[in-house]
C-alpha cells in the first residue's frame, strides 16, 4: 500500500511538471503512454527491452561469479589479497567510458566486446564486497567445522555460504543498477539494438517521449526483479535471524 | 584406540608483541572407554590443551598421537551452532550417518524433543548447549571433548545436564576428555582426575578413581572430593588458599 502511494505521488508530480514545462521539453504521462503503447503493438520495445535484458544477464552472471571468486579467495588468502589489490585499485578507478571504448577498439564492435567491457565495469566492487564477506568468517564456527571433519561441499553449503549471503545480496542489488547504467552506455556506442541505442535514436531526434517511454519500462523491470526475485531471496536467507530492524 | 599427550610446550603472542607460555609440559595416555577430567583454575590452558589434542592448533613443541581418521565429537564452551540452521539440521550437518532412531533418543534424553525445529537463536543457553552435546554424541566419536559443557549454567540446571552427560556417557566406548573447573563435576563424570596448576599448566597430580562412575556412592563421592581438595590446597607448589 505505501509502494502504491509513493508510485501515485509520483506521477502526479510528473503530470503537474509537465504542463509548468511545456509538452515540447516534458511530456505528460498519457503522452509517454501512448508512445510505449505503440512501441509495444509495433514489437519494437520487447525487442530492445530484451536485447538489453540479455545483455544485463550475461554481463551481471559473469562479472557476479568472478568477483565472487576472486573476493573469497583475496579474503582467505595474504599473498592472493596482496598481489590482486592494486588490480582492484586500478579496475575500481576506471572510468566506464573508457573501458567500454578500449573493449571496442581492441575487440571491435561485437556483441563480446560489449559484455565483457560490462562485466569488467562491475567485477571490481563485487570483488570488494565479497572480499569483506570472506574477511568476517567466523574463526569460531571454521574449528567446529574442521573438529567434527566436515567433507568439503558441507561445510561450503552450511558453514561458509550462510555467512556470505548478505555480501552477496548487497553485491547483486548495488551490481545490478551498476550494469544496468553501464550497459546504456555500451549500446549507445556500439550496438545496433537494445534501450540504450533506442535512446541513441531519441536523442538526435528529440523525442523526448519516445527516450521515456523506453527508460521507463526498463525501470520498470528493473523494479519487478527487485521484487520479486532479489526480495524474496533475502528474505528466505535471512528467516533464521530474531526479528531485526 | 589410544590417545596420546606429550605437549611439551605452547606459548602465545599477545598482541603487544609479548610471549607468554600456556603450557609447561603435560603428558598423558588414556585407553578406550576412558574418562579423563582436566580441573584447574581459570585461564590455566585448559581449552589452549583441548584445541590442540583435537588436532585444531598444529603450532605447539610436543606430540599428540591418535589415530588419523578418529571421529571426534567437541562439545566447546560456546555452544557453536550454525545460527542459520535448525536444531535438527546443526545435527544432521555434523553426523550425516545418524539415523532417525538414535536422534530422537538423543533428543529424548536431552528434552530436546520440543526444539527441532527451532534456529539456535531462539534457544537458551541451557538448551544450545544441549544441541552442541547432541551432535557431539551423535556421530558417535571414539574421542569425546567437553570443554566446561556446564559452565554459566545455574546450579540446579547444571546438575540435571551433567546426570544427562553421564547417562549418556555409560554403554560408549569411547575416551572421554572433560575439562572443568568444578571438583564437583570432576567426581561424577570422571574415571581419573588430572590436577593442574595455574598458568602455564603443568600437572599437579593424576588421580584414578577405582570405582566405576555408576557405583559410586554419596560417601564415596565426598571422600574422593575432599582428597581432591587436599591436593589442590596442599600440591607441591605450597600457596596461599585465596
Keep these: 500500500m505505501p509502494r502504491l502511494l509513493s508510485f501515485v505521488l509520483f506521477v502526479a508530480v510528473w503530470w503537474i511538471a509537465a504542463l509548468f514545462a511545456g509538452d515540447a521539453k516534458l511530456p505528460t504521462p498519457p503522452t509517454v503512454l501512448n508512445v510505449m503503447i505503440a512501441e509495444a503493438r509495433s514489437g519494437d520495445l520487447f525487442f530492445h527491452l530484451g536485447a538489453t535484458l540479455a545483455r544485463v544477464t550475461l554481463a551481471f552472471t559473469l562479472a557476479m561469479a568472478l568477483g565472487a571468486a576472486i573476493g573469497y579467495l583475496m579474503g582467505r588468502v595474504r599473498l592472493a589479497d596482496r598481489l590482486g589489490d592494486p588490480w582492484l585499485i586500478l579496475l575500481l578507478n576506471l572510468p566506464a567510458l573508457v573501458v567500454i571504448v578500449l573493449a571496442y577498439i581492441w575487440a571491435g564492435l561485437t556483441e563480446v566486446a560489449a559484455i565483457a567491457a560490462i562485466a569488467i565495469n562491475k567485477l571490481p566492487t563485487a570483488v570488494v564486497t565479497l572480499r569483506e564477506g570472506a574477511r568476517a568468517l567466523d574463526a569460531a564456527l571454521d574449528e567446529m567445522a574442521t573438529a567434527f571433519a566436515l567433507p568439503r561441499w558441507s561445510r561450503f553449503r552450511h558453514v561458509v555460504l550462510p555467512q556470505l549471503s548478505p555480501y552477496i545480496a548487497a553485491a547483486a542489488r548495488s551490481g545490478l543498477s551498476l550494469v544496468w547504467k553501464i550497459v546504456l552506455v555500451a549500446e549507445l556506442l556500439g550496438r545496433p539494438n537494445g534501450v540504450g541505442f533506442e535512446i541513441g535514436v531519441a536523442f538526435q531526434l528529440f523525442d523526448i517521449p519516445l527516450l521515456l517511454a523506453y527508460s521507463l519500462s526498463f525501470a520498470a523491470i528493473v523494479l519487478l526483479i527487485e521484487t520479486l526475485l532479489v526480495q524474496p531471496f533475502e528474505a528466505r536467507l535471512s528467516r533464521w535471524r530474531p526479528r531485526a530492524a | 584406540m589410544r590417545l596420546e599427550v606429550d605437549i611439551a610446550n605452547k606459548t602465545f603472542k599477545s598482541a603487544a608483541g609479548e610471549q607468554h607460555d600456556v603450557v609447561a609440559g603435560v603428558t598423558f595416555a588414556l585407553g578406550a572407554g576412558e574418562a579423563a577430567v582436566l580441573v584447574g583454575p581459570s585461564g590455566c590452558g585448559k581449552s589452549t590443551m583441548l584445541r590442540i589434542i583435537a588436532g585444531l592448533d598444529p603450532d605447539f613443541r610436543g606430540r599428540v598421537s591418535r589415530p588419523a581418521d578418529a571421529r571426534i565429537g567437541f562439545v566447546f ?35 530436546l524433543k520440543a526444539h527441532r525445529n527451532h534456529f539456535p537463536g531462539e534457544l537458551s543457553l541451557g538448551l544450545a548447549r544441549r544441541v552442541a552435546l547432541a551432535r557431539a554424541f551423535a556421530v558417535e566419536p571414539e574421542l569425546l571433548i567437553l570443554d566446561e ?42 574415571d581419573r582426575v588430572i590436577l593442574l596448576s595455574p598458568r602455564p599448566a603443568r600437572i599437579l597430580a593424576d588421580l584414578p578413581i577405582r570405582t566405576p562412575r555408576s557405583a559410586r556412592g554419596d560417601a564415596e563421592t565426598a571422600a574422593i572430593k575432599s582428597e581432591i581438595m587436599r591436593r589442590i590446597n596442599g600440591g607441591p607448589a605450597e600457596q596461599d588458599a585465596s
Design chain 2, 77 to 111: 564452551q560456546e555452544p557453536r551452532l550454525l545460527p542459520w540452521r535448525s536444531v535438527e539440521e546443526n545435527v544432521r550437518i555434523a553426523a550425516p550417518l545418524v539415523d532417525e532412531a538414535k536422534l530422537s533418543a538423543l533428543f529424548e534424553i536431552l528434552e
Design chain 2, 149 to 190: 559443557p556446564l559452565a554459566s549454567l545455574d546450579a540446579a540446571l547444571a546438575g540435571r545436564l551433567r546426570d544427562e552427560i553421564a547417562m549418556l556417557m555409560t554403554g560408549r566406548s569411547m575416551i572421554t576428555l572433560l575439562v572443568t573447573h568444578d571438583v564437583d563435576d570432576a567426581v561424577r563424570l570422571g
